[in-house]
């Protein structure tokens, strides 16, 4: 019972979240979370949550499907150095990026009620 506990302490510790920052990315969501390996070293883990809805209405069943990476300090450089590579290539192939949804503000939910009052069915298609 007293080796169970320890290994629980253990392994509690180990997974403590030492500092962390969620990046909400349409219906993704990023964490990087800073944790304390056993040997007190600070390491990176990167957790990419994504949504995912089963059934319809009232039968729908929401669960999150998780995919997570550990980055260990002496890897920062190369993996910072691959990835700006990597994203430097994909923005001269193909430009800036162009969201492919849109943060709601406070006052876009406003404006569109205003456009949408002030615009016929018609004017919203464009001929």
Do not use: C, W
């Not at 997974?15 to 969501?29: D, L, T, V, W």
């Not at 691959?82 to 193909?94: A, M, N, S, W, Y």
């Amino acid at each position: 019972m007293e080796v169970e506990k320890k290994k629980f302490e253990i392994e509690k510790k180990e997974n403590e979240i030492i500092y962390s920052k969620a990046i909400k990315a349409g219906k993704r969501i990023y964490y990087l979370d800073v944790k304390k390996s056993r040997n007190e070293d600070l390491f990176l883990a990167i957790t990419e949550s994504k949504k995912k809805v089963t059934g319809y209405e009232e039968d729908a069943q929401v669960t999150y499907e998780k995919h997570k990476i550990f980055l260990y300090k002496e890897d920062f450089d190369k993996f910072v150095e691959g990835l700006e590579d990597v994203i430097r290539f994909i923005k001269t192939e193909q430009g800036e990026a162009t969201p492919r949804y849109e943060e709601p503000t406070e006052n876009s939910d406003t404006l569109a009620t205003e456009e949408s009052k002030s615009k016929s069915f018609f004017d919203k298609f464009k001929f």
